[in-house]
């Protein structure tokens, strides 16, 4: 399985190390660097994109920042956050934050880490949102249904000996 990823990351010296970084991990595709929020958006809504690292600092009013710029992310992307304090994780996490990761404490392994989630969470998932071949919808109804069968084969014995009806 290979994932398409890109970064965005006001700091372009950070861009580079991650970029250095996945050159090493052969499942990723890298398919955008940006530091600039707006252009990495107009580019996402062309290609679509499976991870996104997304840097977290501080902006000024009136600026659209790198969590501003996940709000506008289908929910089929998944974000690792990279930023300068852990003062916006909670933040993070309430977004769907598959990862968050504080620059300082930031390594190779950290970061490896990090893209391997991703690639278990994609493992899980099945091209066009189902499990095993069947929508996810249609996978609910499915157990769903299987899981009332039980609870009627187990309920109904115990209803026939007190003489009551199903």
């Known amino acids: 399985m290979e994932l398409t990823c890109a970064l965005l990351h006001p700091d372009a010296r950070m861009v580079e190390k991650l970029q250095e970084w996945m050159k090493d991990m052969p499942f990723l595709r890298l398919c955008g660097c940006y530091t600039d929020t707006l252009e990495a958006l107009r580019a996402y809504c062309v290609s679509r994109v499976d991870v996104y690292v997304v840097g977290i600092v501080p902006v000024s009013a009136g600026e659209v920042g790198g969590m501003d710029f996940c709000r506008m992310l289908s929910p089929h992307t998944r974000v690792i956050f990279i930023a300068d304090r852990e ?59 299987r899981l009332f069968s039980s609870i009627k084969r187990t309920v109904k014995p115990l209803r026939r000996d007190k003489g009551m009806r199903l």
């Open 87 to 145: 003062g916006y994780a909670a933040e993070c996490f309430r977004l769907d934050a598959l990862d968050y990761l504080v620059e300082k404490d930031l390594r190779f392994a950290t970061f490896f880490q990090a893209v391997n989630k991703a690639m278990r969470w994609f493992a899980c998932q099945k091209p066009g949102d189902a499990i095993n071949g069947q929508l996810i919808g249609e996978w609910f109804k499915e157990q769903f249904g």
